[in-house]
């Protein structure tokens, strides 16, 4: 069984930063792209920043300059830093990773994790 496991959401001022983790455990042979996603109230879930095998990143516009993502394959664990932090990036931050189970798997399976509230406010 595969988990993702996100951390260090919070509550923080308007210009103020913040570091998400998501750490992948299971029985997992490799994981491919990792990315964030958030979800704001009465909106739908979508991309902030993913990277890949390669580390190759993409981000959304709105974020561009202002969060950074990496990760640690030999900690199965992605980052999300994010800096300059505004009211509009209030939301559920979610974890996603295509994961192959084994060595022999035709194909990977997408994860989610279970989210982390970001609020930023004064």
């Known amino acids: 069984q595969v988990q993702l496991v996100e951390s260090g959401g919070g509550l923080v001022q308007p210009g103020g930063s913040l570091t998400l983790s998501c750490a992948v455990s299971g029985s997992i042979f490799s994981i491919f792209a990792m990315g964030w996603y958030c979800q704001a109230p009465g909106k739908q879930r979508e991309m902030v920043a993913t990277?890949?095998?390669?580390?190759?990143?993409n981000y959304v516009d709105s974020v561009k300059g202002r969060f950074t993502i990496s990760r640690d394959n030999a900690k199965n664990t992605v980052y999300l830093q994010m800096n300059s932090l505004k009211p509009e990036d209030t939301a559920v931050y979610y974890c996603n990773a295509d994961v192959k189970l084994t060595a022999w798997a035709k194909r990977a399976y997408n994860y989610w994790g279970q989210g982390t509230q970001v609020t930023v406010s004064s």
């Open positions: 990277i890949s095998t390669s580390l190759s990143t």
